[in-house]
């Protein structure tokens, strides 16, 4: 579980540290006093990067040339510190006081992060879809991190490499070399991605039920862009339009994965009020998925309540389950009593100090 946090040169915070109770924690304070930033600093140790900016350096306080972010968390009797320095054009990752690559951060604490955007997971783009699934899984699995930088890097060589051929600088023949990298990596994020959306199917309905209080069928169905069973022979037969467009068109990259109810498709017509709530179950539901590690994960809740009706709000609070829960709110009247009760205040004020 996350135990403090301290945020220096941050946004509206020069020197601020908050502490969180291993229950519920409620973050609240009027618009402009910096909930989202206390709640997106905790998610720079999953993400890797503030949510809300292009450039993590666009968090960093006006005038100031570094800002700092310090967590601690606790798994039983351990406890483990993490730090980013955030400078113009580079951040410096630190754990246990020791420097360390961004990418070896992730998975140093488990968060299930939940704000207004992500309603953009059932009907947004599929690039938002896949980073989801990706995330999930490697703060279970570490070692898919370096499976997806592996991608990264033969999609860009096989891409560089397309267009070099396409300008007669290089011959096609010098595909096949990435083409098996290809075959022989991408394969393996096809399945954990799928073991993930399994997972998730197996309770994604009853808890989506539990929501809406209705009986639907709510289900994700993954959309792979290319043949995994004969990745080699699909592959093949897509190099000549991956020629032409200079660019590969097909693997782990290009795929997606749907929200229906039944055969609704609801990116296709859904409400936005059906859209949110399926959203919340499948953030439930991969808080579950994580729940299987030695640590339970914890549940962020950034300005939820405010979007949902009474009962919803209700609805919510009731199958929330077990762990730390960090929730914030503009008015703590919008958020259910039953969790009022349990909850540590974190009380912030106006906060005028920006970027």
Known sequence: MVSSLRLTNIRCFKNARFEFAPGVNLVVGPNGSGKTTVLEAVGLFVYGRFQ????????????????????TTQTGEEEKDAEVAILEGEKIFKLQDKKIASSKIIGFTKVIFFNPETIGLVAGSPQLRRRELDTSVAQKK?????SLL???KILRERNSLLRQIALRRADESELDFWDGELVKYAPAIYKERQELLGAINEGIAEVHNSLVEKERNLHLSYLPSIDYARFDEALAAVRESDLRLGLSSAGPHRDDFTFADGDFILKEGGSRGEQRMAAIAFKLEAKKYL???????????????????????E?????LGEGQ???SATDER??????????KMIKLEQCLRKR
Do not use: M
Not at 142 to 146: A, N
């Open 52 to 71: 809300s900016v292009e450039r993590d350096f666009l968090a960093v306080a006006n005038s100031q040339e570094c800002g700092r972010v310090e967590l």
């Open 142 to 146: 570490p070692s898919f991190v370096r």
């Open 150 to 152: 592996h991608l990264k």
């Open 291 to 313: 729940a299987g590690t030695n640590e339970e994960p914890t549940l962020i809740l950034d300005d939820v309540f405010s979007e949902l009706d009474a009962d919803r709000r």
């Open 315 to 319: 609805a919510v609070a009731r199958i």
């Open 325 to 327: 829960v960090i929730i």
């Open 334 to 343: 919008v958020v259910p009593k039953r969790l009022l009760e349990q909850a």
